[in-house]
Nanobody
Framework: VQLQASGGGLVQAGGSLRLSCAAS????????IGWFRQAPGKEREGVSC??????????AYADSVKGRFTISSDNAKRTVYLQMNSLKPEDTAVYYC???????????????????WGKGTLVTVSS
């Protein structure tokens, strides 16, 4: 399982960024893919998750990003995106994408993490 996150950068508060997670080495259609973040001095937290299993593509979001972030997937490109709008300084963190094959719904992974992890991409939001 290989996961490559990209798209991080420096943005002013109120701005937008789109993160990408390119996946390889596994059957994309059977996994859940999630985004997590870790700010300096803080614990890692779940941000959003999408389940590739079935046709529903169920999604879940942390309360702190609901209404601002949107997760989506392009199965043909084996890529999951995280569109981040109305960014706040408190969104500053290293963002990681992760994958999991277990049969939990997307909400579960927000709180419990996932089995496979990629390297992160840094998002910095200036005030």
């Amino acid at each position: 399982v290989q996961l490559q996150a990209s798209g991080g950068g420096l943005v002013q508060a109120g701005g937008s960024l789109r993160l990408s997670c390119a996946a390889s080495g596994f059957n994309f259609d059977y996994y859940a893919i999630g985004w997590f973040r870790q700010a300096p001095g803080k614990e890692r937290e779940g941000v959003s998750c999408i389940s590739m299993r079935g046709s529903d593509g169920s999604t879940a979001y942390a309360d702190s990003v609901k209404g601002r972030f949107t997760i989506s997937s392009d199965n043909a490109k084996r890529t999951v995106y995280l569109q981040m709008n109305s960014l706040k300084p408190e969104d500053t963190a290293v963002y990681y994408c992760a994958a999991d094959l277990r049969m939990y719904d997307a909400t579960y992974y927000i709180d419990h993490g996932m089995d496979y992890w990629g390297k992160g991409t840094l998002v910095t939001v200036s005030s």
